[in-house]
């Protein structure tokens, strides 16, 4: 290896471990346990998410269960309420995930949170949750955002 490419290597290392993680509530996950849960963008906390962009979500978890699916699903709670918050990809399968899920194993869960630009300016919490399949949570986490114009 040359030495710029272990100059990009250092720094991108560098980078990856200056990151700060999201702060997160575990809500039940019966199945796993939530290692890290890192968003993208997300330069302060509660994260501001912008309308009209789309925001990376990866999850760090670990299976306690052998689960050949996983389903994703997400809402947003406000005032206590869970209104149904839809994205791209609910099949857990095919967002970083390779299926079947093994007992004991690690997985990085990615997917995308878009912010529609007709949502309204609003504090709230983002509930989360991928399920196996007999529907018990391998994660739920519940985070903190801030929807901005």
Not at 38 to 62: A, M, R, W
Request: glycine content about 6%; hydrophobic content about 35%; some cysteine.
């Amino acid at each position: 290896m040359d030495v710029r490419t272990r100059f990009v290597v250092l720094f991108c290392l560098i980078g990856l471990t200056c990151a700060d993680p999201v702060k997160f509530k575990d809500c039940g996950s019966s199945s796993g346990k939530v290692a890290m849960v890192d968003i993208t963008p997300c330069t302060s906390q509660p994260c501001e998410l912008h309308k009209g962009q789309s925001y990376s979500v990866n999850v760090t978890f670990n299976s306690a269960v052998v689960s050949q699916t996983s389903t994703a699903v997400v809402h947003g709670v406000i005032a206590g309420v869970p209104i149904p918050f839809p994205i791209p990809i609910e099949d857990g399968c095919k967002s970083g995930i390779q299926c079947p899920i093994q007992m004991k194993q690690q997985y990085h869960y990615l997917n995308s949170l878009p912010v529609k630009s007709e949502y309204p300016s609003i504090k709230l919490v983002v509930k989360w949750e991928l399920r196996d399949d007999n529907k018990n949570d391998l994660f739920c986490i519940n985070f903190p955002v801030q929807i901005v114009s």
